[in-house]
């Protein structure tokens, strides 16, 4: 084949270790280990920001936040920048969505009264729309009507279970919501994908992208989902013996936990996360298992379809998320902060030219900024250098890039420009409010705005990430080791849009990044 089919598949707030192929214990995913199986499994892929939107801005555009600016669920995306679809675009395919992509547009580009300035879920500059899912999943209740399913109670009422009657109580439970498992968000989508497919001609390459929203919560499974996990089973979670001795150990923690509430991961269920019980902490991680089980079961639906349309053979992959999930760890559900449980997601890349080293996994740490590239890459449309990720392709091959990263790096802003809470509770301005990571094999470090305290982990000794050693004088060295570290990552990846240029008197030498205006 000479231009390949691409399917980009993200999957929302899933954790890099619940998958079999990664070696889970519990988990059971047969249909992404299929993928794996034919492709590479990127083991130590992490993403670059959350929640949903700046996570999304880091993959789509090959952009570390410290460049995209996208720093919460309602930062506009600068229209500068160039992203996956309109790269895509200019390469000749049509990329096409299915789902969401969360992403803000620039409110410069449009009029103030202008209703798609009321929403974060705008969509990403360069697609066409074939089926819109954002969170009011609208368009999903009224393809559940069509069944003569009551939907009565809207989203996110739907996903209480069945029997509640619209009354929950205050432990989770494994009853299943009224929809199947062949009527759940993932299968509306999968369904639609499968439409589109049989629409495509063979003589053009297409570009899809699906962005399902499982195992994203609300936390309920249709059946035989529900009951497939024992609560029972699964490690111990990674936390301290209670949340209170967590909140002593950094005034972020303190005031993170004193935000989550249940209601956001099980609907009608008051109180604050932190407060379940060990066993209510189970129930959700089986559920949490069981919606991983029911998103494999579509992506089964989808290779499945590939192949019946003799599309698979010339059909690159890649398989991934935007963020992961606490799913208990540190008492704590959702995503944010520093912790490697928000931010280690899945990678798989599969491209049927490059069977080399089909079957093979990467312990070399990657991130979200790397995908946009790869996809460039592996189109034949070559990255442009002042992205802040690089491609894997070289990976695909079977071989290791020269100069690979020695760590992982990731970015969390907690600012809060509507109500201003996060400024108020810290003291600090907008600016302030936020955290850069770097993890290396051996440490991690954690550097705060604003005049927090830093962190430090020794994760050979405490893989936990529960004593923190900033401040314990044996460390030292590490720390000023890791602070300038993080100094020379911010300076090699400032904005280089330009700076990679200089006009001259025979002109322009270097290199001038496309912006999203020009299209080229």
Not at 468 to 496: C, G, I, S, T
């Amino acid at each position: 084949m000479s231009r390949p089919n691409v399917l980009l598949i993200t999957c929302d707030q899933w954790r890099g270790d619940c998958l079999s192929a990664a070696g889970h214990p519990v988990v059971k995913t047969p249909n992404v280990d299929a993928l794996a199986g034919e492709g590479v499994l990127f083991r130590r892929h992490y993403g670059g920001a959350a929640p949903c939107s700046p996570a999304r801005a880091c993959l789509y555009t090959g952009l570390y936040q410290m460049n995209n600016r996208v720093c919460r669920n309602g930062s506009p995306l600068d229209a500068r920048h160039g992203n996956v679809a309109l790269s895509a675009r200019a390469a000749g395919y049509d990329p096409t969505l299915f789902g969401y992509t969360d992403v803000a547009p620039d409110p410069r580009r449009l009029a103030p009264d202008d209703p798609r300035l009321r929403s974060y879920e705008g969509v990403l500059p360069g697609f066409s729309l074939r089926q819109l899912l954002p969170e009011h999943q609208k368009q999903w209740l009224s393809w559940l009507r069509t069944q003569a399913i009551d939907t009565g109670l809207g989203s996110p009422g739907i996903h209480y279970p069945a029997n509640a009657q619209g009354k929950v109580g205050d432990d989770v439970s494994n009853a299943p919501p009224v929809y199947s498992k062949d009527q759940t968000p993932a299968a509306f989508l999968a369904g639609e994908f499968i439409r589109w497919l049989g629409e495509q001609e063979n003589s053009a390459p297409w570009f899809g992208h699906i962005s399902f929203i499982s195992p994203h919560p609300p936390f309920i499974a249709p059946e035989p989902y529900n009951t497939m996990y024992d609560p029972a089973d699964g490690a111990a979670f990674r936390r301290a013996a209670n949340w209170q001795a967590e909140a002593q150990s950094h005034p972020y923690l303190a005031y993170d936990l004193g935000l989550q509430k249940r209601t956001k991961f099980v609907p009608g269920i008051d109180g604050n996360v932190r407060d379940w019980s060990e066993e209510n902490f189970r129930r959700i991680r089986a559920l949490y298992y069981g919606m991983i089980s029911e998103l494999d079961a579509q992506l089964g639906r989808i290779w499945e379809a590939l192949k019946a349309a003799g599309s698979w053979d010339d059909t690159v992959v890649v398989l991934t998320s935007d963020h992961a999930e606490m799913m208990g760890d540190h008492f704590m559900l959702g995503k944010g902060g520093f912790f490697d449980a928000s931010y280690h997601i899945p990678l798989i890349v599969r491209d049927p030219r490059r069977p080399r080293a089909a079957g093979s996994f990467v312990d070399s740490f990657t991130e979200a900024v790397d995908v946009f590239p790869t996809l460039l890459d592996l189109i034949g449309a070559a990255p442009e250098p002042h992205l802040d990720g690089r491609s894997l392709a070289h990976w695909l091959d079977g071989e290791e890039p020269a100069d690979w990263r020695d760590a992982a790096h990731w970015e969390f802003d907690f600012r809060s420009i509507a109500d201003g809470e996060a400024e108020r509770h810290f003291g600090i301005g907008s600016r302030d409010c936020n955290l850069a990571v770097l993890r290396t094999e051996e440490f991690k470090y954690v550097h705060f705005g604003g005049g927090l305290p830093p962190l430090l982990f020794d994760l050979a000794e405490d893989p936990d990430e529960l004593s923190n050693v900033a401040h314990d004088p044996a460390y030292l060295p590490v720390r000023l080791e890791f602070a300038e570290k993080m100094l020379a990552w911010r300076a090699n990846h400032l904005d280089q849009s330009l700076a990679l240029a200089e006009l001259t008197k025979d002109g322009v030498v270097g290199h001038v990044s496309k912006t999203a205006g020009s299209r080229e």
